[in-house]
């Protein structure tokens, strides 16, 4: 049903847009909701790679970290204006997709998952090393960026409706990007590399593109997280955030961009609620979402299929 | 004297102390059935991997146009007109009938580093891969998912993917295998159809088959190809006989 998986997000937007104006537009729960299209953003880019190409990422917080870095770097040597450091951050993001892609997508499978595992824990260890950055305690911004030289983002409403501007942003460019023919080549690739060779497709400058497409995104993910905090510390790179990232993505459903989308506001929501319930709440998370694994096989985009 | 299409110079594969590929040497022209027989374990299948590119000989030479393309890998061999189908259907099941075949028809249309336009309204492709689903009598069936298919279906599709490649040569791994005389038949008279326009080579088990279509008989026992010639000639071949027809009509 393919007006289903554009109606659903299109509902979900539409909620966003209007959450500041019924009761969320406290801080508190602009903040979270901010958070959860970031993750959303960056959920979305994961689903290129593990839905579209077939590329498990358990590296894929790192890209994250790389584009928050590149927003502290700038700031330490007073960069910020929005129109500089997005373009330099989402570009060294791309770059260490590039440079770090290329590696790992000459494996595939579990060797594929430790490589970016590997490249991961590189990344963390090197933010925490990064003693004029804060080390292991991180780096507080001097404020957010500036966008054409004003303080719009400071605005939470106008922050609010950045953070939706970019997560419909991606949403729309992922859909595109998985229907095109570059993304048949992908979808080929992951249901039947043989077929996709034997007519001609060596699948590895397809899925390093798409590796460094979702990067990219990530990178820009990232950027936006540092703002939402002012804050930017290792603890964005580790692999428990990558799994987190992986989990929403699975949680959602694999068929699309829309799995990512609903699942990363699930799981930011579910976890924010819990978390306000009891101080254990990893005791009802965790195995929460191992019952969603086992009952959901298709995520919650496949539940609201079947309903 | 002008070159073959296809040629096999002297290959040889082993594995481990085992040599599967003895000394094959093999040639194929446009508008001719090749045909490869052999008992199960000759090796057909190990020698179909290293024409198409899938495993690469321990020596010896793949030429194919004229060209060396030993080195080659299967997506660099397909791009180049050679084209297989595989003794196990494999197509892409989650996507339809008329996407699996648009895939081999954008593999050669142009740039498939193409991001915005969606792949599934492009006319061209599409238009392109509904006359190769004709040609296979298909194309009733386009818009359903591949996985969908019977398994005859299968194979029809197969070779429609195959088509749509415009290939100079087919490398045919069993395009009759597991399907019923109904479907044999149709499969039949479909590559009957086709050989005029491409070089066929045909590994395939169903004898009465292999006699109806070939143009010539090589058969492969113990890696080794042990007769070559018009069906007639094989049929007559005492040692061909010993090591393979006898048995299958016993």
Same mark, same amino acid.
């Given at each position: 049903?393919?007006?289903?998986?554009?109606?659903?997000?299109?509902?979900?937007?539409?909620?966003?847009?209007?959450?500041?104006?019924? #009761?969320? #537009?406290?801080?508190?729960?602009?903040?979270?909701?901010?958070?959860?299209?970031?993750?959303?953003?960056?959920?979305?880019?994961? +689903?290129?790679?593990?839905?579209?190409?077939?590329?498990?990422?358990?590296?894929?917080?790192?890209?994250?970290?790389? #584009?928050?870095?590149?927003?502290?770097?700038?700031?330490?040597?007073?960069?910020?204006?929005?129109?500089?450091?997005?373009?330099?951050?989402?570009?060294?993001?791309?770059?260490?997709?590039?440079?770090?892609?290329?590696?790992?997508?000459?494996?595939?499978?579990?060797?594929?998952?430790?490589?970016?595992?590997?490249?991961?824990?590189?990344?963390?260890?090197?933010?925490?090393?990064?003693?004029?950055?804060?080390?292991?305690?991180?780096?507080?911004?001097?404020?957010?960026?500036?966008?054409?030289?004003?303080?719009?983002?400071?605005?939470?409403?106008?922050?609010?409706?950045?953070?939706?501007?970019?997560?419909?942003?991606?949403?729309?460019?992922?859909?595109?990007?998985?229907?095109?023919?570059?993304?048949?080549?992908?979808?080929?690739?992951?249901?039947?590399?043989?077929?996709?060779?034997?007519?001609?497709?060596?699948?590895?400058?397809?899925?390093? !593109?798409?590796?460094?497409?979702?990067?990219?995104?990530?990178?820009?993910? #990232?950027?936006?997280? !540092?703002?939402?905090?002012?804050?930017?510390?290792?603890?964005?790179?580790?692999?428990?955030? +990558?799994?987190?990232?992986?989990?929403?993505?699975?949680?959602?459903?694999?068929?699309?961009?829309?799995?990512?989308?609903?699942?990363?506001?699930?799981?930011?929501?579910?976890?924010?609620?819990?978390?306000?319930?009891?101080?254990?709440?990893?005791?009802?998370?965790?195995?929460?979402?191992?019952?969603?694994?086992?009952?959901?096989?298709?995520?919650?985009?496949?539940?609201?299929?079947?309903? | @004297?002008?070159?073959?299409?296809?040629?096999?110079?002297?290959? =040889?594969?082993? /594995?481990?102390?085992?040599?599967?590929?003895?000394?094959?040497?093999?040639?194929?022209?446009?508008?001719?059935?090749?045909?490869?027989?052999?008992?199960?374990?000759?090796?057909?299948?190990?020698?179909?991997?290293?024409?198409?590119?899938?495993? =690469?000989?321990?020596?010896?030479?793949?030429? /194919?146009?004229?060209?060396?393309?030993?080195?080659?890998?299967?997506?660099?061999?397909? =791009?180049?007109?050679?084209?297989?189908? /595989?003794?196990?259907?494999?197509? *892409? $099941?989650?996507?339809?009938?008329?996407?699996?075949?648009?895939?081999?028809?954008?593999?050669?249309?142009?740039?498939?580093?193409?991001? /915005?336009?969606?792949?599934?309204?492009?006319?061209?492709?599409?238009?392109?891969? @509904?006359?190769?689903?004709?040609?296979?009598?298909?194309?009733?069936?386009?818009?359903? $998912?591949?996985?969908?298919?019977?398994?005859?279906?299968? =194979?029809?599709?197969?070779?429609?993917?195959?088509?749509?490649?415009?290939?100079?040569?087919?490398?045919?791994?069993?395009?009759?295998?597991?399907?019923? $005389?109904?479907?044999?038949?149709?499969?039949?008279?479909?590559?009957?159809?086709?050989?005029?326009?491409?070089?066929?080579?045909?590994?395939?088990?169903? @004898?009465?088959?292999?006699?109806?279509?070939?143009?010539? *008989?090589?058969?492969?026992?113990?890696?080794?190809?042990?007769?070559?010639?018009?069906?007639?000639?094989?049929?007559?071949?005492?040692?061909?006989?010993?090591?393979?027809?006898?048995?299958?009509?016993?």
């Amino acid at each position: 049903m393919r007006w289903r998986n554009a109606a659903l997000p299109l509902l979900i937007f539409a909620a966003l847009a209007l959450a500041p104006f019924v #009761g969320f #537009g406290q801080g508190h729960s602009l903040t979270l909701l901010a958070r959860a299209m970031i993750f959303g953003m960056a959920a979305i880019s994961l +689903s290129l790679l593990v839905g579209g190409a077939g590329l498990v990422s358990l590296g894929h917080a790192a890209l994250l970290g790389v #584009g928050a870095y590149a927003v502290v770097v700038l700031d330490h040597a007073r960069v910020t204006e929005a129109l500089v450091v997005m373009p330099v951050a989402i570009g060294v993001a791309a770059l260490f997709a590039l440079l770090t892609g290329a590696v790992a997508i000459r494996t595939s499978g579990v060797h594929f998952i430790m490589i970016t595992l590997a490249f991961g824990q590189m990344a963390f260890f090197t933010a925490s090393s990064l003693a004029i950055f804060g080390g292991d305690d991180g780096y507080t911004l001097y404020g957010r960026l500036e966008l054409g030289g004003s303080r719009l983002l400071e605005n939470r409403l106008f922050f609010h409706f950045a953070c939706l501007a970019l997560l419909a942003g991606t949403w729309l460019l992922v859909e595109a990007l998985l229907r095109s023919r570059f993304g048949r080549v992908l979808r080929a690739a992951r249901e039947n590399e043989t077929r996709a060779r034997a007519v001609g497709f060596a699948p590895y400058p397809f899925r390093l !593109a798409a590796y460094v497409i979702a990067g990219a995104i990530a990178g820009l993910a #990232g950027v936006m997280l !540092a703002n939402s905090a002012e804050f930017v510390a290792p603890a964005y790179l580790t692999w428990q955030r +990558s799994g987190d990232l992986l989990f929403m993505v699975i949680l959602g459903g694999l068929a699309g961009p829309h799995g990512a989308l609903m699942g990363a506001l699930a799981f930011v929501l579910i976890e924010e609620w819990l978390s306000h319930l009891t101080e254990h709440w990893r005791l009802i998370f965790g195995p929460l979402l191992i019952l969603c694994v086992f009952f959901m096989r298709d995520g919650i985009a496949g539940l609201l299929r079947r309903g | @004297m002008a070159e073959s299409l296809l040629e096999l110079r002297s290959l =040889r594969k082993s /594995f481990g102390g085992l040599a599967v590929t003895r000394d094959v040497s093999l040639s194929l022209s446009t508008g001719e059935i090749h045909a490869l027989i052999g008992p199960n374990g000759a090796g057909k299948t190990t020698l179909v991997h290293q024409v198409s590119g899938t495993l =690469r000989p321990d020596s010896g030479q793949v030429r /194919f146009e004229g060209e060396d393309v030993t080195r080659l890998g299967l997506a660099a061999r397909a =791009r180049r007109g050679l084209a297989r189908s /595989f003794q196990i259907t494999c197509i *892409i $099941p989650g996507f339809s009938a008329l996407e699996n075949v648009a895939l081999a028809v954008q593999a050669r249309a142009g740039s498939s580093f193409r991001f /915005f336009r969606p792949a599934g309204r492009e006319a061209a492709l599409n238009g392109e891969a @509904m006359e190769a689903l004709r040609e296979v009598g298909l194309h009733g069936r386009a818009d359903l $998912p591949a996985g969908a298919l019977s398994h005859g279906e299968k =194979r029809q599709l197969e070779l429609a993917i195959a088509l749509a490649m415009r290939p100079r040569a087919l490398l045919l791994d069993e395009p009759l295998a597991g399907t019923g $005389p109904e479907e044999a038949e149709r499969l039949i008279r479909i590559l009957s159809a086709l050989k005029p326009r491409y070089g066929i080579l045909l590994i395939e088990h169903d @004898m009465p088959a292999v006699f109806a279509l070939a143009d010539r *008989i090589s058969v492969l026992a113990e890696g080794r190809v042990i007769a070559s010639g018009i069906p007639a000639e094989i049929r007559a071949d005492a040692a061909v006989r010993a090591a393979y027809l006898g048995e299958e009509e016993g």
